[in-house]
């Protein structure tokens, strides 16, 4: 009895290890950049579209940058299930400081708040 309780005991922690081991999530870009006129940048956020859920744009001030293509890149691994990363590319149309919002939500739950939010400032020279 005293022998299963600590193989019970090692098989907890070694379950409570692998949750809490440190995952490398994609780098970000900073809240608040700048660029020249003309120069595309790319913000990346983590997503896994499996759970319903996806990076939206909440608010774009398009005077001053617009978005050239967004896209899935898929995680290094083979797990079904697994999270990736989704990416904005946009580019500096004018002069001026603009504001960029990604909510990150299901689509079709519209009077849901958004799981997460991401600011950025961007300043166009």
Not at 4 to 30: D, N, Y
Not at 58 to 87: C, F, H, I, M, Q
């Amino acid at each position: 009895m005293r022998t299963r309780w600590h193989v019970v005991s090692v098989l907890l922690l070694i379950l409570i290890a692998g949750c809490t081991a440190s995952r490398r999530e994609p780098a970000k870009a900073p809240a608040s950049m700048t660029v020249a006129a003309g120069e595309e940048f790319d913000i990346r956020l983590p997503a896994n579209p499996s759970t319903g859920y996806r990076w939206q744009i909440g608010v774009l001030d398009e005077r001053v940058v617009r978005l050239v293509d967004s896209r899935y890149e898929p995680g290094a691994t083979d797990r079904v299930g697994a999270g990736g990363t989704d990416v904005f590319s946009f580019v500096g149309v004018a002069k001026g400081r603009g504001r960029i919002n990604l909510v990150y939500v299901r689509p079709w739950e519209t009077a849901v708040a958004p799981a997460k939010t991401a600011e950025y400032s961007v300043d166009v020279l």
